[in-house]
């Protein structure tokens, strides 16, 4: 460990400690990066998963398979089922190695703006950071975007002179990519632009050039892929589904969240607390390099403005800000740790602090090890393990409850009582028993929003799947949980009749898995 021995201004004794805490870190995430592969799908990655396999199957999201996020969310699910098949743990696998180049890039830049040990500690921070949202909201496009936008920015900000060509093309290519998982992404643009204009000492010629060529890079993805939706004839689903049905229906759907109590709940986070005199303080040291500091602030406002856009303040909007507030506030600990030889009193208050954040962000991570240590290792009850899992988001009834170990059994119970051409719907936001089912789907809608959230889709949609249900009517029939409200399954039947008696017609009630109901097809 020489890197730490060469670490300036601190004692010998201090790198002791820091190769036990190395140490320490290194098993940790490795006990919780193995844990983490047998982690279950929450319900958004069995839409993500299902939508995904339209890649693989040879179709096209929007087209074949209804989801509003952008073309980009779903090629993660496409190469892990590639790759590994229809799995949990396939996609688990292929989010480790997103978040280890995350990571790795988040060190890198870290370490060239204070030094090497903090760069170290910062990306295991990231990734536990990370790791702490949990089971349903890790492997995520959210999460990845955020990766993307590391990539993207850490050359530019970790640079000593003028942004170089190459860089600024990289981070423009990123940030288009990084837009079409959503398009209020494209924001985050303003990060290279701002390094662009404040760097000292170049010419207007050449910020000119690099200005321009930040925007084509960043047009060339979104070029390319409307192309190609374009010529397998999907672009005009593709801008529905995508675009207008997120503007027209799902953005004016009220959550009730006034945009001050959305904010402060964020801010309020123990987290984000403990880390805002630090943020001050890392802004205060960035004082003199403007060309960081600001592109910082570029990349916070961007995502301010990202989840105002959004108007739902959900956990996971918040998340692509991580890696741009953890940054600060670790140029802010590493500033009170090069004060400690004169200030003792600073280096006590860097060490609490980031003890009491690795803390906070450990806790979550550390017990869904205990679990699988527990479930999977003493009692080898892989059932019970995954019974654990299960979502109740505020307001839903326990009828209501997603649970992951019903939508495996569900999953496994349909495979084995149909043949692989005989078809499942789902009424209900059970795209993950759909997924790993794996029949085919005799319509696009992956889940049930679509059909039940009013708007000016919603007639058009309904028309669209009784067509295809009635065209081919399939051998099961699903009705599980509602996709937002706490209303009871039969109310949501009653609110689509034409689909309500279409089922009491042609099924029978089956059997059920906690909140899901299985009916199957009376000819069967």
Not at 100 to 115: E, I, K, S, W
Not at 354 to 373: I, M, N, R, T
Not at 462 to 491: C, H, K, Q
């Amino acid at each position: 460990m020489r890197w730490i021995d060469a670490v300036t201004a601190r004692p010998r004794s201090l790198a002791y400690w820091a190769r036990i805490c190395f140490g320490v870190a290194v098993l940790a995430t490795a006990c919780h990066a193995l844990a983490s592969i047998a982690l279950p799908f929450g319900w958004d990655h069995g839409i993500m998963a299902s939508v995904g396999s339209s890649y693989v199957d040879g179709g096209l999201p929007y087209v074949d398979s209804w989801d509003m996020k952008g073309p980009v969310s779903y090629l993660p699910y496409a190469v892990a089922e590639l790759l590994f098949g229809r799995t949990m743990w396939g996609v688990r696998i292929f989010d480790l190695v997103i978040i280890g180049a995350g990571c790795f890039a988040f060190y890198r830049l870290v370490a060239a703006l204070t030094d090497r040990a903090t760069g170290i500690g910062a990306g295991f921070a990231f990734y536990f950071w990370i790791a702490a949202g949990g089971w349903f909201f890790t492997a995520t496009p959210e999460v990845w975007a955020t990766v993307i936008t590391i990539i993207a920015f850490a050359p530019i900000l970790a640079g000593r002179g003028a942004p170089s060509l190459r860089r600024v093309i990289l981070a423009g290519l990123l940030v288009g990519c990084v837009g079409l998982v959503k398009p209020v992404y494209w924001s985050f643009g303003i990060v290279p632009l701002l390094a662009i204009a404040l760097t000292p000492g170049l010419a207007l010629t050449r910020r000119t050039s690099l200005t321009i060529a930040t925007g084509l890079s960043a047009a060339l993805p979104v070029a390319l892929t409307i192309a190609y939706f374009a010529l397998r004839g999907g672009f005009w689903q593709a801008l529905e589904v995508h675009l207008l049905y997120s503007l027209k229906s799902y953005g004016a759907l009220d959550t009730g969240t006034n945009p001050l109590i959305g904010f402060a709940a964020f801010f309020s986070r123990p987290t984000i607390a403990l880390m805002l005199p630090f943020l001050a303080l890392g802004a205060w040291n960035l004082r003199g390099r403007p060309a960081v500091l600001w592109p910082i602030a570029g990349w916070i406002t961007a995502n301010f403005l990202a989840v105002i856009l959004q108007g739902k303040f959900y956990y996971y909007h918040w998340v692509p800000l991580y890696p741009a507030l953890l940054l600060l506030a670790v140029i802010g600990v590493a500033g009170l740790l090069r004060d400690q030889s004169e200030k003792r009193t600073s280096g006590f208050i860097a060490v609490a602090a980031s003890l009491a954040f690795f803390a906070q962000v450990c806790a979550l991570p550390f017990y869904d090890v205990a679990k699988a240590g527990y479930y999977l290792g003493l009692k080898r009850a892989p059932d019970l393990y995954y019974n654990s899992y299960s979502f109740l988001p505020g307001g839903i009834t326990e009828e209501q409850n997603y649970n992951a170990a019903d939508e495996l059994a569900a999953a496994r119970y349909i495979a084995a009582s149909s043949a692989p051409d005989e078809g499942l719907f789902v009424w209900g936001n059970n795209a993950t028993l759909a997924y790993l089912a794996d029949r085919p789907n005799p319509t696009r809608f992956t889940f049930e929003m679509p059909l039940s959230l009013d708007g000016p889709y919603r007639p058009g949609y309904r028309a669209e799947a009784m067509a295809g249900l009635t065209a081919d009517p399939p051998a099961f029939v699903v009705v599980g949980i509602n996709w937002r409200t706490s209303e009871p399954r039969a109310d949501t039947l009653e609110a689509f009749p034409q689909f309500a008696a279409f089922l009491e017609a042609n099924y029978s009630f089956d059997r059920s898995f906690g909140a899901i109901d299985i009916y199957r097809r009376n000819s069967r």
